[in-house]
């Protein structure tokens, strides 16, 4: 069924080139040039190993972008936590204030003072996305709409999601509910790996409710094998957004596509995308030395400040600065201070020996950088936190930089009084 996907050109030994006219690669297949060229500022994608959390392309990964729906898996997110902890449980009812029956569509349609159980919730947010459903959630979560979305920007910042801000439960319009495709990669990597017994929600196809059969808006799930989520997303000043990913002889990518100028144009995208990643991971198990090139074929992107469109009914006026990442800078090996007092963290799991593995992986990539810091995994708020202590501030904010450059999540923690 793959015969006619649209995969990205495949470059061996090289992450990218000055133009296409001077490659020469030795596989190669049509990009979607057309959706590249159309959303222009919109666009942004990335690609990442689930497992080790490699990145094998990136394209404006962290230019600051609209989420839209793809804010409903911290949504889940926060209501997978609270079951897991027992506050609450799959059963118990979710009552629709006023303020929740009035969200625009999509939604379920729920009269206030209605109610439908936890379960039917969540399904409702993975598969037909409903507004009305994710503000009854949080309203049930954490009393209101606003403080869940203060809830939902904490966790976000302790999952390593710097450039992440939530203002609503749902993704609909506003201007302060901002990420980007790198942000959401992490945030997906982190639902499927301290959650897995929650994740299967984003593979339901379908959910039937009070006699409606509803279709997940992921077309990817009914086209393409081994797709078993995330989350679609759309307002106007987004373009059409996909959180999607796949398993194949045991490995898994996650692709995150932003700004597609249909959804079309999006879902086949991510497949290229999807596509690419597993050819290269194949050829690296054949003993290449491969990785995703840089597109050839997009347009460049208009800099300065763009005001996209703005959804119906959305009174913000949807301004964001979009501009490209700067080069990552190159640090050098970070200076320890003995009996410093700073710390760096970098990662927030469920369970201790995720948070150790995350330890380990640090040291053995990154350890030129962490000298003699100690790292530990540090139970907080419910969490293991991997962390290293032993920083003064200036050593700590450079071992954060370092680990940053090479796109991972990191954040300075000051000392405690």
Known sequence: MFQHARRLVLSLGLAAAAAFGAMAPPAQAQIPYQMLAQTSSKYAAIVVDAKTGEVLYENRADSPRYPASITKVMTLYLTFEALASGKIDLDDRVVFSPRAAAQPPTKLGVRAG?????????KALATKSANDAAVA?????????????????????????????????????????VSTARDIAILSRAVMRDYPQYYKLFSLQYFNFRGQTMRNHNGLLHRMDGVDGLKTGFINASGFNLA????????????????????????????????????VLDRRARGEDIQVAQSFFESPMTGGRVQPQT???????????????????RASKVEIVEKGKWTVQVGSFSS????KEQLSIVEKRFGKHFGKAKGVAEKSG???RSRFSGFSEKAAKDACRALKAKKQPCMVLPPRA
């Open 114 to 122: 209605d109610s439908i159980s936890v379960d039917e919730a969540m």
């Open 137 to 177: 959630l949080a309203e049930k979560l954490a009393g209101t709409e606003q403080r869940f979305a203060a809830l939902m920007t904490l966790r976000a910042r302790e999952l390593g999601m710097t450039d992440t801000n939530f203002a609503n439960a749902s993704g609909l319009p506003d201007s302060r509910q």
């Open 244 to 279: 999607a990913s796949a398993v194949r002889d045991g490995r898994r990518l996650i692709a995150v596509v932003l700004g597609g100028p249909t959804s079309r144009a999006r879902d086949n995208n991510a497949e290229s995308l999807l596509l690419t990643g597993f050819e």
């Open 311 to 329: 959804a119906q009914g959305d009174e913000d006026s949807m301004k964001i600065v979009l501009a490209s990442t700067a080069p990552p800078i």
């Open 352 to 355: 201790r020996s995720d948070a």
């Open 382 to 384: 419910g969490k293991y």
